[in-house]
């Protein structure tokens, strides 16, 4: 059958049914022999230079930016009209948000017919003899549109058997301060990406390419013009598996048990609403049922008020949080003024763990009445996690062999505005673990969702989503998480500039707990 179908893809097109065969032809560059020559060379030395329309470059990585690519410039109007005319499906999760067209292998439109076997035939035999790595012929290409706050954030695009991303841009004149160019990054000693080295503006008719390795870290920066449209075709050609180091693994963040505090701390800060016995029991009851719960108004007016213009006038010492392809947001360090760290000294305190034992059935102190002993199970049994088919078996093991259990809570106060976002990755030290995550938020007044800056729980390999998270002034969000659920904060985009253009954004304590 494949033979058929190969057949059938190749069959004379001048002779079928009189329709005239559509080529898109490479740049002379490409097809020259001397130039070949100059570029494999280059390549192999990893020297820098012009080679006609070909421009190698090493750093931060090697890649190379073909301008012009394609020798007719009626082709690629053909084909622009083409892969419009696809069925473009939006895509959005915590690394990406744009328009992805259907596959564009099997499609049998001609102008796309045409560049597949440019592209996956003669350009890939030119890739293959520059650089010396024996690609294989499997074709891997679709179309991506990305219109205004699109975005697809730092990545490497390793994948087994990927050799070279190539990506061939049809977008009308470009400026850079439409935002959409492609960032490469620099790397660390642990091959960790930090810095923007290189921002590529993508040009019509130009095709970049780049060795796919464990630093070739890029991003597709956020389009920050309404109503242009940047469209490419882009793809990876396949060789031999190369051998990858080990993954970089970040440090846990620091646990530590409560502080001792009275519930005096309580009474001062937090809604009284909160704090009676029935409306305890009655939140617990429906956390154990949903492994998640908001309160809003949760700390008193005054004292919400107080932090909420601390944060936003006083000046506190913000510490940028990377690496990109984890996260990307600010988090406050060194002396912090009064009101926050006597917030930050609630979360933490010993009043506060019993409070939050009360309000989830969760033991987060031993004077809860939380651990079931009685029934001989471990302490939190009843209580299900967000993930939803969690039996809790797991509650017995033991932390890294520790016979008492001391529960713990690590925290920060982070600033999050445009720009900023985290990521799902796989060596997250915090995945796999079960947790009580507390979100408390501020200055999020006229906060849109379209601004992104929301927190997705999803469940793992599923791209299910289980639970958003909306940032919401004085609410306290309380999410059971267990080893199967992820979190990501979503890329908060230009539009939340029409908010405030003084990038104020909004505040939040994150922090978890661990029985
Ligand atoms: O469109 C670009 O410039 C890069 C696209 C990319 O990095 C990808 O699709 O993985
Ligand atoms: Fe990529």
């Known amino acids: 059958m494949s033979s058929k179908r190969r057949q059938g893809d190749r069959?004379?097109?001048?002779?079928?049914?009189?329709?005239r065969e559509i080529k898109?032809?490479?740049?002379?560059?490409?097809?020259?022999?001397?130039?070949?020559?100059?570029a494999r060379q280059a390549w192999e030395r990893r020297e820098a230079g012009n080679h006609g329309?070909?421009?190698?470059?090493?750093?931060?990585?090697?890649?190379c930016v073909i301008h012009p690519v394609i020798q007719s410039l009626e082709f690629l109007d053909g084909l622009k009209e083409e892969l419009l005319g696809l069925n473009f499906n939006e895509k959005s999760n915590d690394l990406y948000k744009f328009k992805q067209s259907d596959d564009l292998k099997r499609r049998k439109e001609p102008h796309i017919s045409a560049?597949?076997?440019?592209?996956?035939?003669?350009?890939?035999?030119?890739?293959?003899?520059?650089?010396g790595v024996k690609l294989e012929k499997t074709v891997d290409m679709s179309c991506?549109?990305?219109?205004?706050t699109d975005t697809l954030l730092c990545h490497d695009d390793e994948l087994e058997g990927r050799r070279f991303a190539f990506i061939l841009y049809l977008v009308p004149e470009w400026l850079e301060a439409y935002g959409g160019s492609l960032d490469l990054y620099n790397t660390d000693e642990n091959a960790q990406p930090g810095s923007i080295a290189k921002s590529l503006i993508p040009k019509w008719n130009s095709l970049v390419f780049f060795e796919v390795s464990p630093i070739s870290f890029h991003q597709v920066s956020e389009v920050l013009c309404e109503g242009k449209c940047r469209l490419s075709v882009s793809g990876w050609f396949y060789g031999p598996y190369l051998e990858r180091p080990q993954p970089f693994l970040?440090?846990?963040?620091?646990?530590?048990?409560?502080?001792?505090?009275?519930?005096?701390?309580?009474?001062?800060?937090?809604?009284?609403?909160?704090?009676s016995v029935d409306a305890q029991s009655q939140i617990q009851e429906e956390f154990e049922e949903r492994s998640e719960m908001l309160l809003k108004n949760f700390l008193q007016e005054e004292k919400f008020n107080e932090v909420c213009s601390v944060l936003a006038t006083q000046s506190i010492e913000w510490e940028q949080c990377g690496p990109p392809n984890r996260r990307c947001y600010q988090r406050a360090r060194g002396d912090l003024p009064n009101a926050i760290s006597s917030c930050m000294e609630l979360l933490k305190s010993e009043a506060f763990f019993l409070l939050l034992s009360n309000l989830t059935g969760l033991s987060?102190?031993?004077?809860?009445?939380?651990?079931?002993?009685?029934?001989?199970?471990?302490?939190?049994?009843?209580?299900?996690?967000?993930s939803e088919d969690d039996s809790g078996a797991e509650q017995s093991e033991t932390e890294q062999g520790q016979s008492e259990k001391v529960p713990l809570c690590s925290g920060e106060l982070r600033h999050w505005t445009h720009g900023h976002y985290t990521l799902i990755h796989d060596h997250d030290p915090e995945r796999h673990q079960f947790a009580l995550d507390l979100l408390l938020f501020f200055g999020c007044k006229d906060w849109k969702e379209e601004y992104g800056g929301f927190t997705s729980y999803i469940a793992k390999e599923e791209d299910e989503e289980l639970l958003t998270v909306y940032p919401e002034n004085n609410c306290l969000a309380l999410v059971y998480r267990d080893k199967e659920t992820m979190r990501f904060v979503k890329h908060i985009n230009h539009k939340s500039l029409e908010r405030d253009a003084s990038h104020k954004g909004f505040w939040d304590f994150a922090f978890a707990y661990h029985e």
């Open 144 to 148: 991506a549109q990305y219109d205004y």
């Open 364 to 386: 987060l102190h031993f004077l809860s009445t939380n651990s079931d002993d009685s029934e001989g199970e471990g302490p939190s049994q009843n209580n299900q996690s967000v």
């Open 250 to 275: 970040d440090p846990l963040p620091l646990r530590s048990p409560h502080i001792p505090h009275d519930h005096e701390i309580l009474y001062e800060w937090v809604n009284p609403v909160y704090l």
């Open 24 to 38: 898109a032809g490479l740049t002379e560059s490409l097809l020259d022999q001397a130039g070949r020559d100059a």
């Open 115 to 131: 560049l597949r076997q440019v592209l996956f035939e003669d350009f890939r035999e030119w890739l293959s003899d520059v650089t």
């Open 53 to 63: 329309s070909i421009t190698l470059s090493s750093a931060p990585f090697p890649h």
């Open 11 to 19: 069959g004379d097109p001048k002779t079928k049914k009189g329709k």
